[in-house]
């Protein structure tokens, strides 16, 4: 059974651009929100399903698979940086991948 919480930190820089500030908050819907959106839709959709069959697991072996853990793992961490980065929390843009 795992036990371990899942930590994420967001490294807040010391200064932001102002620049890239106005660029994200006019556009950052069509650059960020339109690719990160609709790969994050599909994932979404993914880990909903395994989200439902890993449920079923825990039922009958009371384990969490950690297969199954890590991937919705990945899609929380992936969710989380866009929306940091959307909510002006950052200017690293946020990469294609929950690791």
Known sequence: MLNNPVEFDVKHPE???RGLAVLKLFFGWIYVGIPHGVCLWVYGIAVGIVTFIACWVILFTGRYPKGMYDFVIRYMRWSVRV???????MDEYPPFHGR
């Open 15 to 17: 200064k932001l651009s």
């Open 83 to 89: 929306n940091a980065y959307l909510s002006l929390l």
